[in-house]
């Protein structure tokens, strides 16, 4: 079954828009962005990363100002950091919403496809038949943008598609399809059935279409049954199936958490402030409270200041004062390994203090009832980051 698309926001689309104006060299049709290889990791699950370098300076102050001081770097190296969390920072700055951070389908276009893909898609896009479609409609033809938003709901493009590939959009080949079937749909609904732009449109999709099947047809051959295959769905009962579920929502808030940690790391603002909003969600719709490990976790990875350190020093502090006598013994949190946690952690435990300091007993605030600007890195009465992409 075919995972369902995600829709592209019209704040990412013009945001697509303003960082790719009409390159000069228009006849070779290739975006004039310089790109930056970011190696993360070590050893057979290292990860190279290749990313647009004004997305990343766009997002990250740590990145602008390292990259500002050092304009000839082509590569840089976090060995210490782990792919799989700086994958999903990729994937936001390419996609500009929380990614997906419970993995939904296994991950199955390879590093090999995507250069397959990635080589196809640059070629096709300077081909006769792809030339119409290079670039958002309203770039290549700003005289009929605004007929074409009135008509086409939903634009779609190649340089668009070429930059889904490069993020790592596309959890697997089958979703590009419903993107060649659009930029098909829209051709039609704007120039009509016989038009010689539809018959481009018509021919790409044929195209892409049997490519996409080469490379998935390649795939199962040289996997045979292996890890990569997509009968991965396992029939399970209801009680399993909680379970299961139960253990997702886990390791999404795990990931949560770790996304977090890199974020703040790299001050990529925005995300950082995205994510504290929907990990305070959570948090609030299941009634959960940070874990001992998870919370030394986030000490281990963050630094004085950080929002995430905050929030969980908030919600010890209220766990705390609900126990307390005053409160009338409600909710009866055990609070004897919070205060194991705060020994073993000096600033973990000067924080949770500092928040609970002149309460005198008052209840604290449950830490998810705070404002979800106070989580964010954007001063009082600055446009917040949890709005920008
Ligand atoms: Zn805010």
Known sequence: MMAQIREVSAEVAMARLLMHQPASDDQKGQPEVEKITIKVGTGK???????????????SEIFRDYLASKPSVTEIDRPDEDPYVFSLVIQYLY???????IPLPPFIITVEQKTQLLNYLGRVRKSEYGKPFQRPARELWPEIAEAYAEKVGQPIDLLTIEMNVWGDWYNNLDELKPHFDRLYNNSVTFNGLNHPISNCAHNLRRRMFSFIDTLEEQAERDTNGSTFTRSMKKSTGPSEKEEEEDARSREGRHNLQRLICVSERYRLDSLTAICMDALTQLYKTHHLSPSAPSILYIYSQTSVGSKLRLYVSRSLAHAI???????GGIGGVETDWIWDVMKENNELGMDVLAELRGKNGMKVAEAEDADPCEYHWHGEGDICTAKLY
């Open 45 to 59: 699950d290292a990860r190279h990363f290749e990313v647009h370098k004004d997305r990343l300076c766009a997002r």
């Open 95 to 101: 996609r500009g919403t929380l990614p997906d951070v």
């Open 321 to 327: 004062m609900n126990k307390s006598p005053n409160d």
